[in-house]
């Protein structure tokens, strides 16, 4: 069982915006403000696109975006196109013992 | 261009051993720490590890302490994982990653960027 818990699947047509849920604990997510999410298409690595709750890295579309609210972290996408359909998974640093944890991903399609 | 390339497929016995590397290249490999994220077939990701290749300092998962070694040479700026005794459990994707952060409290930076994976295969 993954540390953090993520919804299996969401699914939403293109030009919608979605919005993932990422739930924690006081451990982690609700601790420090160190979640990520990462992308991850089928045969791929997984790919940063969101850090620090809400920061961008370059090159990463504003169409991301993220949030906190207590022990819940969000991602959205706007405006959602046919190449966002992938694996999506939070993480959060979680202490000096733990150091990080997982969801166990949201697999989004795009009807 | 930071990189990290990851060495090939392994197919393996039960029982065998096994070292995979991680190759990092266009930054300072002894200042940021390493990680490697385990994924089963159609599973999600799992953290096993990291370490500060400047001084060695590693950190296990709970999940993974006693079940692999993490290890580095800086000298060949390359990081490795490694089993003694292989389960057919331990197939999966690894994937090396670094944190995006250089020298730090370890794994408060975000992993950025990741190796292209490598997948271990462990079967009689």
Redesign the interface.
């Known amino acids: 069982q ?1 540390a953090l818990t993520q919804p299996a699947s969401v699914s939403g047509s293109p030009g919608q915006s979605i919005t993932f849920s990422c739930t924690g604990t006081s451990n982690d997510v609700g601790s ?1 403000n ?1 979640v ?1 999410w ?1 992308q991850q298409h089928p045969g791929k ?4 696109i969101i ?2 709750g809400n920061k961008r ?1 370059s090159g990463v579309s504003n169409r991301f975006s993220g949030s906190k609210s207590g022990n819940t972290a969000s991602l959205t996408i706007s405006g959602l196109q046919a190449e966002d359909e992938a ?1 999506y ?1 939070c ?1 959060s ?1 979680a202490g ?10 949201t697999k989004l399609t795009v009807l | 261009e930071v990189q990290l390339v990851q060495s090939g497929a392994e197919v393996k016995k039960p029982g065998e051993s096994l070292k995979i590397s991680c190759k990092g290249s266009g930054y300072s490999f002894t200042s940021y720490w390493i ?1 490697w ?1 385990r994924q089963m077939p159609g ?5 096993m590890g ?1 370490i500060y290749p400047g001084d060695s300092d590693t ?1 296990y ?2 999940s993974f302490q006693g079940q692999v070694t993490i290890s580095a040479d800086k000298s060949i700026t390359t990081a490795y994982l490694q089993w003694s005794s292989l389960k057919a459990s331990d197939t999966a994707i690894y ?1 090396c ?1 670094r944190h ?1 952060n250089p020298g730090g ?13 490598t997948l271990v295969t462990v079967s009689s």
Do not use: M
């Open positions: 993954s420090y160190l990520s990462y690595a997984p790919k940063l850090y620090e890295p694996d998974y993480c640093y000096s013992s733990t150091f990080v944890v997982f969801g166990a991903g | 990680g994220v599973k999600g990701l799992e953290w990291i950190r998962s709970p994937y990653a995006a409290i370890a794994a408060q930076s975000p992993f950025d960027p990741w190796g292209q994976g």
